[in-house]
């Protein structure tokens, strides 16, 4: 038996497959920023650069200026304390001093400007270690680097101080104070006792007044007013000795410090040479006869003291117009020539005289001549009292 096959089925070919459409994605959400395009970023940076390019040229027109005002500043304060004050300051550096405290002291005497700007310049210069222990003679009208100079110089300082004839205590001491002394340690010297021959006849517990002989004297910055009051001190007795004074005061019943008072009240009434001789004839006869001496530059130094205005009838022991004799004490530094002429008086039996507006001393023998010379020649002189 045959078998019989199934018949073969055709083949089908197969079909081709249909594409799907995609489904659709989702939108998503970007978080961060898309990337900017190099061409858009370029003008921002260059705004970044801008701004930082005007920042540091604000920072440095800023450093400049502050530079600039710091030099000037500088410049400015080596310049002179005072430049139109030529007073002179005795300035010490004590050994051990630093450049700091010499800078302070410097400044609080006012003979620099700044105490920092004289540690720049010192600095700069190199001279710290260089600045020597000693006393100077500064003035407020050297700048810093003068005084600098002065102070690194080594250079032992000198000055000098001028002492008049006829000034009083208080003018001397104006004087002092003028060289750089405190007024403590002037006074502090004007109330010392001094041992000296000069003060032989010179009562207990009165004041120097009429013994700082007037002259023109050196020393060195380190001098003390003691120092310098006993070299007045000296010069004075010196022309005391060289003259035989002493002797030809006691020839007129005087001793020293009676001579010394009279040749004060010389000094102030006459300052020509003759003249004074003979108004040294007139107050040597007034005591003589008991009669009171007239002079007027005793009450007017009497007002000075009591801090009065000067008037003829002033109650002041320093009165001679009221009072006979001689005043308690001189009354100003005698020079030379009044001191010789009270050892030395001219020959003359005067006893009046007027100082003119004309400049002369004018002598009597009588009251009613000389009030006579006195409306004749003593306008102005006459009406300041």
Known sequence: MNDILPPKRPQTQPQPSIPQAPTPKKPQILLEEPETHPLLEAPKRRSNLKKLLIIAAVVLALIIAAVIAAVTWYQLQLQPADEGNKQVTRFTIQPGSSPDQI????????????????????????????????????????????????????????????????????????????AGYSEASINQAFAKTYDHPLFADKPDGTDLEGYIYGETYSFETSASVEQILARTFDEFYEVISSQNLVEKYRQQNLNLYQGITLASIIQREVSRVDDQKQVAQVFLKRLAD???????????????KLGVSPSVDLDSPYNTRIYAGLPPGPIASPGKTALEAAGNPAVGDFVYFVSGDDGVTHFSYTQEEHEAKTRQYCHKNCSLF
Do not use: C
């Open 103 to 178: 800078g302070k002291q410097l400044e609080e005497k006012k003979i620099i400007r700044s105490s920092l700007a004289f540690d720049i310049y010192t600095r700069l210069l190199g001279v710290r270690g260089a600045l020597k222990a000693g006393s100077y003679s500064l003035s407020p009208s050297e700048s810093t680097p003068q005084v600098v100079q002065h102070l690194t110089s080594g250079k032992v300082d000198e000055f000098s101080v001028t002492f008049l004839p006829g000034a009083t205590l208080a003018d001397h001491k104006k004087v002092l104070l003028g």
């Open 290 to 304: 008991g009669m009171p001496l007239g002079a007027d530059a005793t009450f007017v130094y009497g007002a000075k």
